[in-house]
């Protein structure tokens, strides 16, 4: 039962975490990508909010601590620098660059938590930054902007950052803890835009109908949908096993890009791609 359980959270993650890609790349031809991320994360907060409360009883807090600051401040960090990215690239390639994230998580962790690899973790990483590596020249060759993968790749960064902070506040209820991270992070991420663009980023939003699909999509399906989804699958089999199936995400995009957008990868991308998804299985197990 509780294998079934985890499919079935799984397959709706991949799906939402890879239509998500094309949420954002599609929705940020109408806004500027701090706005969006901005706007995205105040919805996928309220909903998540409601969610939480229902799930707990009527029992919602917020959490006041550094942490949970240097939580949200690195995921906002990651998700501007992520829709940044795409607006230069592909949500395949973003997918691909981004889902190195693991590859960065480890040596961060012994950096900052103190933990120690096993040396196939170890392993994993050196295999995933080749297989990186093979594809990230491949695709930047075949005319990839190298400031979207550069993008990308330090999106990854900050995105290990927060995966590494979550980790820490595992003491308190995992959808209050991202729910509060949404709401904060709308906040940060509406004081970067005012910052960078002003006033004008936010008020030139062009509020149209596919805009408006599109913000549902990423706030509703990749934000709220897709949080929560990872909630039940780490309380249905944990952490440590559920990580090593999220290479599916951008192998499931690599796919959706094809059909979606036409861009069909050269046979040295699925090479590299694939050496770094057994990288990252490897990290991760």
Request: charged content about 5%; glycine content about 10%; cysteine-free.
């Amino acid at each position: 039962m509780r294998r079934a359980l985890f499919i079935g959270y799984l397959l709706v993650y991949v799906v939402s975490a890879s239509l998500n890609y094309f949420f954002v790349k599609f929705g940020l031809r109408y806004s500027t990508p701090l706005s969006y991320m901005a706007i995205r994360y105040l919805l996928a907060g309220a909903v998540l909010v409601g969610i939480a409360f229902v799930i707990n009883d009527g029992n919602y807090y917020f959490i006041i601590n550094k942490d949970l600051l240097l939580l949200s401040l690195f995921s906002s960090l990651s998700t501007a620098l992520w829709a940044y990215g795409l607006v230069f690239v592909d949500p395949g390639t973003s997918a691909v660059f981004g889902y190195t994230m693991p590859l960065f998580a480890i040596p961060l962790s012994i950096l900052l938590i103190h933990e120690r690899p096993r040396l196939l973790n170890v392993v994993g990483v050196l295999i995933g930054f080749v297989g990186a590596i093979i594809y990230g020249a491949s695709s930047i060759m075949r005319g990839t902007s190298l400031i979207g993968a550069v993008l990308t790749v330090i999106n990854a960064v900050f995105w290990a950052l927060y995966s590494i902070y979550f980790r820490k506040l595992g003491n308190y209820n995992g959808l209050i803890v991202v729910s509060n991270m949404f709401l904060l992070g709308s906040v940060l991420l509406l004081i970067m835009d005012l910052v960078i663009n002003g006033p004008a980023g936010i008020l030139n939003t062009v509020w149209t109908l596919g805009f408006i699909e599109n913000l549902l999509g990423t706030s509703i399906i990749g934000g709220a949908v897709l949080f929560l989804v990872w909630y039940l699958m780490i309380n249905t089999v944990g952490v440590s096993s559920s990580i090593p199936y999220i290479f599916a995400v951008p192998a499931l995009t690599l796919a959706l890009n094809y059909l979606i957008l036409g861009i069909k990868p050269t046979l040295p991308e699925l090479i590299g791609s694939a050496i770094m998804f057994l990288g990252i299985y490897l990290a991760s197990i």
